[in-house]
C-alpha cells in the first residue's frame, strides 16, 4: 500500500518509504534533505568566534570537515565548525579588506586563493611542516570582489575586478593573464572608458569552458574560455550570450552584486536594490542584446523572480541550496535570511541572520546546512533545528512591505552630476575622518558594534588615486 501514498509535505512518507525499501538509501536521504518540513525547521545552530572585522568570505572544504573565513582583518581562519573552533589561522598579506576565499581542489586543502580590496589575487600555501607561505598572484586596478576556481582543478582559477578586467591564473607559471576588458554594450555608458566594473565571476559547472560575469551594469554576460584570444594585446570581449530582465533593459543605475550556476546551468542573478532572478540556459538574449527588436523581446520567455529582500548597501551573493539545488538563499540589508522554492519562488524561509546585513551564504556540499558572514565580526552556522518558531515570523509582511518601499523609493531618486561630485566629495572627507579615528584607537569594537563595509555605489576614481583609498562608510542601523 506504500506505493500508493501520496507525497506529504511533512517528510515522514518518504521515510516510510525508506524503511519499507521502496526507496534507494541514498535517494531518501537527497530526498528528504530538499523536503519543506527540514527547509522550515532550519535554525541558527552555532558561531565562530575569532575574527576582528566584519566577515566577507565563507566557504567549506570538498568533504565538508571544515571551512575557511576571510575577513576586514587580512586574517585567513580555518574552523573546525562541528567543535566550534579554530584550527589555525594566517595573515593573507593582504593590504585591505579580504572579499574572498577559494580552497583549491584536490590539494589537500593546503593552497587557499584569496582577493581583496587591494586588487591583489593572492595564494597562501600550507607545508608539510606546518610553514604558511603567502605570495601574490596578480593585481587588478581597484576591488577585486570575487574569484572562480574550475571545477575538478588544482591549478586554474579566473578573477574579476573593478577595473574591467577578466584575468586566468595556471598556479603552475608565475604570472597572470588578461583575458579580456569587459565593456559596455551601450555607448553612452555612465562608466568612464566604457568599462563595467565586475562584481561577480561564475564558472557553469556543466562545462567549464563557459564562465558568466556581472557587474555595474543590467547585463550577466556568459563567455566561451576557447573564444578568448590569449596573446592578443587587446582581447575581444564578445560573450557568446547574455542574461537580463526585459524590464531592466536601459535601466540606469542597475547593477549586479552576485551570480550562481545551478547544477543544471541555469543562472541565478541578484541585482542592486532590485529582485533576483533566475534564467534558464534557453533565456539568453544572445551576444548583441541591443540588435533585438522589441517584438522579439517580448517573445522571450520571462525569468523566475524571488522578491522580499533589499540589497542595496553592499555587494551581496546569492546562492542555491539543496542537493539538486531545490532552494534559492539570499541575504538582505535588514539583516535577515531569505530561502524561497526555486520552483514557483515561493518564500518558505525567514530569518534574523546580523544585526545590520547578511552578506554571503554558502551551503555544505553534502548535509542541509549553510554558513553566513555578514557586518558582525562572526561566522554563523545554520542547520534543521528542533523549535517552536513559525518559518515566516509574525512581520514578515511588514519586513517585505519595508524592503519594497526602501527599493521604489530609491529608484525614485534622480541626482545630477554636480551632486553626484557632491556626495563624493563628503564621503571622501568622511572616509578620511573616520580612517584617522580608526587608528587612533585603542581597542578593535566589539562584535555587537557596528561594523565597516563596502557600499555598491558611485566610484570616485580621483579618490582612489588620492591616498589610495577604497570609499567605505559605517553602516549604521
Not at 175 to 202: D, G, H, W
Not at 409 to 427: A, E
Amino acid at each position: 500500500m506504500g506505493t500508493n501514498l501520496k507525497r506529504s509535505k511533512d517528510g515522514f512518507t518518504d521515510i516510510y518509504k525508506r524503511e519499507m525499501g521502496l526507496f534507494r538509501p541514498r535517494n531518501a536521504a537527497r530526498r528528504f534533505s530538499a523536503s519543506e518540513v527540514l527547509m522550515k525547521r532550519i535554525n541558527l545552530c552555532g558561531k565562530l568566534h575569532g575574527h576582528k572585522g566584519c566577515v566577507n568570505a565563507v566557504e567549506f572544504n570538498s568533504t565538508g570537515d571544515f571551512l575557511v573565513s576571510g575577513s576586514d582583518d587580512k586574517l585567513v581562519i580555518f574552523w573546525d565548525w562541528k567543535d566550534r573552533r579554530e584550527k589555525f589561522s594566517y595573515l593573507s598579506g593582504h593590504l585591505d579588506n579580504i572579499f574572498q576565499t577559494r580552497i583549491m581542489p584536490f590539494t589537500d586543502d593546503r593552497k587557499i586563493i584569496t582577493s581583496s580590496a587591494d586588487g591583489q589575487v593572492r595564494l597562501g600555501q600550507i607545508f608539510e611542516d606546518g610553514r604558511m607561505d603567502t605570495k601574490r598572484l596578480g593585481k587588478h586596478q581597484g576591488r577585486v570582489y570575487k574569484l572562480a576556481v574550475e571545477p575538478g582543478s588544482p591549478y586554474i582559477i579566473y578573477s574579476c575586478g573593478e577595473d574591467g578586467f577578466v584575468q586566468h591564473f595556471d598556479l603552475r607559471s608565475d604570472s597572470a593573464t588578461r583575458l579580456f576588458y569587459c565593456s559596455s554594450f551601450s555607448e553612452n555608458s555612465k562608466q568612464p572608458m566604457n568599462s563595467i566594473r565586475l562584481n561577480a565571476i561564475v564558472i557553469d559547472p556543466r562545462n567549464p569552458n563557459y564562465f558568466a560575469v556581472g557587474g555595474s551594469d543590467e547585463y550577466a554576460r556568459v563567455y566561451d574560455i576557447r573564444k578568448c584570444h590569449w596573446y592578443s594585446p587587446i582581447s575581444s570581449d564578445t560573450p557568446v550570450d547574455t542574461f537580463c530582465p526585459r524590464h531592466l533593459i536601459g535601466k540606469n543605475n542597475i547593477h549586479i552584486t552576485g551570480l550562481a550556476y545551478s547544477n543544471t546551468s541555469e543562472l541565478l542573478i541578484s541585482y542592486n536594490d532590485e529582485l533576483v532572478y533566475l534564467f534558464e540556459k534557453n533565456m539568453g538574449l544572445g551576444p548583441s542584446p541591443l540588435s533585438l527588436s522589441p517584438e522579439d523581446l517580448q517573445k522571450r520567455e520571462e525569468p523566475q523572480v524571488y522578491s522580499g529582500h533589499r540589497n542595496s548597501q553592499t555587494v551581496k551573493g546569492v546562492n542555491f541550496f539543496g542537493p539538486n539545488d531545490e532552494y534559492v538563499m539570499s541575504g538582505s540589508d535588514c539583516g535577515h535570511l531569505f530561502i524561497w522554492k526555486k520552483k514557483g519562488g515561493k518564500l518558505v524561509r525567514l530569518m534574523v541572520g546580523d544585526r545590520h546585513v547578511v552578506n554571503q551564504l554558502e551551503p555544505h556540499p553534502h548535509i542541509p546546512m549553510f554558513a553566513t558572514c555578514g557586518i558582525e565580526k562572526t561566522v554563523k552556522l545554520w542547520a534543521p533545528m528542533p523549535t517552536d518558531f513559525p518559518p515566516l515570523p509574525d512581520n514578515a509582511e511588514k519586513i517585505m512591505k519595508a524592503n519594497k518601499q526602501g527599493r521604489e523609493d530609491h529608484s525614485r531618486i534622480t541626482l545630477t552630476p554636480d551632486v553626484i561630485m557632491h556626495v563624493l566629495r563628503l564621503q571622501r572627507r568622511q572616509t578620511l575622518a573616520y580612517r584617522e579615528r580608526r587608528y587612533n584607537a585603542a581597542d578593535f569594537e566589539s562584535d555587537e558594534e557596528e561594523g565597516e563595509t563596502y557600499v555598491l555605489g558611485f566610484s570616485d576614481s580621483d579618490a582612489s588615486s588620492e591616498g589610495g583609498g577604497n570609499q567605505r562608510e559605517c553602516i549604521i542601523s
